[in-house]
Each structure stands twice: as C-alpha cells, then as structure tokens.
C-alpha cells in the first residue's frame, strides 16, 4: 500500500551481505560434494526372493506297497525301531486264509507222497503246491509295513481302519545322524547371479518374523527346472503345500542348528515348515543406479 502511495518514486535499495554470501556459496559447494562422495561410495544391493521348505535330511518315508485297511499301528513317534521291524499291519483275513488252505492242502499231499514214494505225479503236485505257499507267504509279508532303516519314529500318518493305495505315506523314520536343511526355490532366471561360494542368503520362517538368520548355502543346481520336477525333487509328501509357477531353480542350504530363535524364544524347526530365502546377488554404487551410463565407463 506504502509503495502504491509513492507512485512512481523509487523504493529503498537491496543491500546483499557479502558475508552471507559467501558462506551460501561455501555451504552449497560443501554440499555438492559431499552428495557426489555419499553417492560414489554408497553401495545398493540387488536381493532375489524364493520359496524356502525345511527338510530333515536323513529322514526316510515308508511307504506302503499294496492297497488295503490298516488294521495295526505297532509304533509311536519318539520310539526307536531297528530295520525290518513290523510298523504298520494291513488287512491279512483273505492272505492268512489262502495261506492256511495252501498249507493244509501241502500236509495232505506230503501224506500221499510219503505212502508212494515212487508216484511222480504226486511229487509234481508237491512242488507246485510248494510254490504256492510261497507266493502266499509273500503276500502275507506284504501285509506288514517295516522299517527301511533304523532310527527314530517321526511321525505316524495313518490311523487304523484308513484305506491305503500303494505309495501312500505311512510312518517316517529319522537316522541318528538326520540334520535339517533348507531347500530354496528361486526364480530361473537368477541361475547365472547365484554361487554356492559367493551367495549369502538369509532365512525368514513362515509365522515367525523375528526369525530371520543367516545360512550357509551347499549348492546350487545347474539347470532350471519346471514346477513339476521341482516338486518331485521335495517329495510326494509335499504335493498340494506349496504352489510353483514358471521356471526355478533349486538351491540347498543348512541350517546352523536344529533350533532357531524368535520373540527370545528358542524353537525347533520341524520338516515341512515354509519361509522365505533372500539372496543378495550383487551391488553398485548409487551414483551408478542414478546414472547408468556410468557402469560401462
């Protein structure tokens, strides 16, 4: 209002402070640089993110090998079994009554036999019916589902009365010297920035946030697979847990303990947990994420 009253009469001059000045000028430069040193020298990295699942390596699945109902379960998990020890009974009426007739059909045979030795006849019915106890002695065995190895009982994944189809999971077993890894599922095209020497990668398990350790990676696949043959790799068992789309590729690490911690809280990892693996694959300075020229200098 003051300047509009004045009209056209001049105002009062701009005075700059050359010491203000100066010290702009220098704060300013003093900036540049040190924005130019923090860019050179600070690094950004590059992670890769993929499916982690937990696996007891040493760890064994029996598997039943004909169908039928279970009729028996003869172990508990936590109990120690040798190999060839029975762990699961199926259904054996049908086996245990063709075998009984076999038998006794044998006994009768024999009898015949042994009031004519010379009858040749009889010795061929002999042997055949020698051979049908076998087959259904056979079969029998077949009814019982031993241990592979010895070890541990893990877990028992049946009940009785479940039907059974041949392959299906019955009991696993643990070896004595079983020790938990970790299979990671990274996508296909991180193969060629992936080193089982150079890689670090760190786990973050499923549930559990504050989870988050270093492991130690054991390799690295050469080639790049489709989610079907990934998933044969993990195991049946696995089938319907996890869900896979494009190519992976298959990397293999250990755990440093059975344990880890969350929350100051010590856990056990337990085969078939799920988490993420984070790989960091390489870095580069941000002034070359700014200016990507600067890479092929």
């Known amino acids: 209002m003051e300047a509009h009253r004045r009209g056209s009469r001049p105002g009062r001059p701009l005075h700059i402070l050359p010491t203000w000045t100066r010290w702009a000028v220098r704060v300013t430069v003093l900036c540049v640089i040190a924005g130019v040193v923090f860019a050179s020298t600070a690094r950004v990295g590059e992670y890769a993110q993929g499916m982690a699942v937990v696996r007891r390596e040493g760890r064994t699945v029996v598997t039943s090998a004909v169908s039928g109902t279970v009729q028996s379960i003869e172990v508990r998990p936590g109990q120690r079994v040798e190999a060839g020890q029975v762990l699961v009974r199926l259904d054996d009426a049908g086996q245990r009554a ?21 009858d040749d006849t009889r010795r061929e019915r002999l042997a055949a019916l020698d051979a ?5 002695e056979a079969r029998l065995r077949e009814r019982a589902v031993t241990s592979t190895q010895p070890g541990l009982v893990s877990d028992v994944r049946v009940r009785p009365g479940q039907p ?26 991180y193969r060629p920035l992936l080193s089982a020497a150079d890689t670090r ?6 549930g559990f946030p504050d989870s ?21 790799y993990l195991g049946s068992d696995r089938q319907g847990a996890l869900e896979l789309s494009g190519p992976v590729v298959v990397v293999e690490t250990v755990l440093p303990s059975d344990t880890f911690e969350a929350d100051d809280t010590e856990y056990r990892a337990y085969d078939g947990m799920q988490g993420i693996l984070e790989a960091r694959l390489r ?10 020229a600067l890479k092929h200098i």
Not at 214 to 226: K, L, T
């Open 98 to 118: 063709e075998l009984d007739r076999v038998d006794r059909e044998y006994e009768q045979r024999l009898i015949e036999l042994l009031r004519s030795p010379a």
């Open 201 to 206: 990668l760190f786990l973050e398990l499923q």
């Open 212 to 232: 988050r350790l270093e492991v130690s990676v054991r390799s690295v696949a050469d080639e790049v697979v489709g989610p079907a043959e990934a998933m044969r």
């Open 164 to 189: 059974l189809s041949p392959g299906d999971a019955v009991v696993s077993v643990e070896q004595d010297a079983a020790r938990t890894v970790v299979v990671g599922l990274f996508p296909g095209h």
């Open 132 to 136: 049908q106890r076998q087959i259904a």
């Open 283 to 292: 870095s580069e300075t941000l002034l070359e994420t700014l200016v990507p």
